[in-house]
């Protein structure tokens, strides 16, 4: 019994020994928790520290902002308002035709004299076109501020009183709630308000009015006229000048475009502007003829012969579009193939002269040769004895002399032959008359010749 209690005794003492190691292990590993938090605690208290110190400089940085903001604002208005001073002496003239003037500034003068405003070269700062599309406008930059009102108020001026001194298709005169044409009085040169009036500022009676004019007008019109135009206008009538009636006239049609141009406003027609399109485009030959022309004699009325020949003188497109190089010169023979490094030489293949379309077609002693016989054949094949130029020989005959038909089959011959010469001359082929007269024949067949 008492060994018993003694060995329970000492596990007792045993386990408490255990049990107070691991207490001592417990409280070393609450101390390094504690220590962690405390570690924590002063991190985290840092870190808030550092965001109150980050708000604080946001809250400044979006103060400046909103500073900066408005001092843009500011300076914005403040350049509106300078550059509103620096147009302030500026004017910008519309609708005057570029064509019209050499120098802005003369506009300027003649615009100003016109509007009876004194303006010398020396009240121009600068003058110049705009760059907009269509007519450009001109900017002029008077010194003086005072110079530019004056323009301003005498262009105000004018627009006024020139207008609406009229009496016909005005706004403010209406006769049946309707602006109004007369015809008769406008035949007549009655046009403004100033027409119808005394010198004295009153509108004549009936009488005066068919005395003077001599018009067919009944009384009854007369006075719905006089009675619709508006006092404010009659009293503007007084300080006016009168109208320049040629503006108006009939006589005024005409437009000069230039030296030889002339056009007469209320006779032209859609087709007339088209020509003028035309004649703008063409203003000089075409480079082609006139290279041609260097050694051939061939005159302006011969190369309209020849283009409008292009139309009839055969069927296939091929062959056409063939000629129609060949008069512009843009075939290419080994002169060009060379130049543009196609080939290595630019000698003939048949001569070894140098090769050029004048070579081809008409130079080298082998097509000469050549055309001869062609032409020899087509005579003896059709009993005629023709021996063509050599404009012919390259463009056809062109003269009425022979019979229609044969000229228009010669010229197709011809033309075929032209460009067999260049086919084969292009592929490195003879040129030989039974190959051409073979290929001629069937030719022939699909031409219906
Ligand atoms: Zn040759």
Request: charged share 30%; hydrophobic share 35%.
């Amino acid at each position: 019994m008492l060994v018993d209690i003694q060995i329970n005794t000492a596990t007792i003492l045993r386990e408490n020994k255990t049990i107070r190691s691991e207490m001592t292990d417990l409280k070393r590993t609450i101390q390094h928790q504690t220590d962690d938090i405390t570690a924590l605690k002063s991190s985290l208290e840092h870190i808030t520290k550092q965001y109150n110190e980050v708000e604080r400089e946001l809250v400044a940085a979006r103060k400046k902002i909103q500073e900066q903001e408005e001092e843009i604002g500011e300076l914005y208005d403040l350049q509106d308002k300078l550059e509103q001073y620096t147009r302030k002496n500026s004017i910008e003239i519309h609708g005057v035709p570029e064509c019209a003037y050499t120098e802005t500034e003369d506009v300027v003068l003649k615009l100003a004299e016109a509007l009876d405003v004194s303006v010398e070269p020396k009240d121009i700062e600068i003058c110049h076109k705009l760059n907009r599309k269509g007519n450009k406008p001109i900017i002029v930059k008077f010194i003086s501020h005072k110079v530019k009102t004056n323009l301003y108020r005498a262009r105000a001026k004018l627009k006024n009183n020139a207008q609406n001194i009229i009496l016909f298709n005005n706004k403010e005169i209406l006769v049946d709630s309707k602006t109004f044409f007369i015809r008769e009085w406008f035949k007549k040169g009655i046009l403004s308000i100033q027409d119808l009036l005394h010198n004295t500022g009153q509108p004549m009676t009936y009488q005066e009015f068919t005395n003077k004019y001599s018009c067919k007008t009944n009384f009854l019109q007369y006075y719905q006229v006089i009675s619709a135009i508006p006092k404010h206008l009659l009293a503007k009538v007084k300080s006016t000048k009168p109208i320049n009636k040629e503006l108006y006239s009939d006589n005024n049609l005409s437009l000069q475009l230039n030296k030889s141009i002339t056009l007469y406003l209320n006779k032209i027609k859609t087709s007339d502007f088209y020509t003028l399109l035309c004649t703008k485009i063409h203003t000089t030959g075409h480079s082609g003829p006139q290279r041609w022309s260097k050694d051939l004699s061939l005159d302006e009325d011969k190369w309209e012969k020849i283009f409008t020949s292009l139309k009839t003188v055969c069927r296939e497109t091929k062959l056409k579009e063939f000629q129609y190089k060949l008069i512009h010169r843009i075939v290419v023979t080994k002169k060009e193939l060379y130049r543009y490094g196609i080939k290595e030489d630019d000698e003939c293949i048949y001569c070894g002269e140098k090769d050029s379309i004048n070579h081809t077609f008409r130079d080298c002693h082998f097509v000469k040769i050549f055309i001869q016989r062609v032409i020899n054949w087509f005579n003896i094949e059709n009993k005629i004895n023709l021996n063509p130029s050599s404009e012919e020989r390259l463009f056809g005959i062109l003269s009425d002399l022979h019979e229609k038909v044969l000229v228009r089959k010669f010229n197709y011959t011809m033309l075929f032959m032209r460009y067999y010469i260049y086919a084969n001359k292009l592929h490195n082929k003879p040129i030989l008359l039974q190959d051409f007269v073979g290929k001629m024949i069937i030719k022939y067949r699909i031409e219906k010749l």
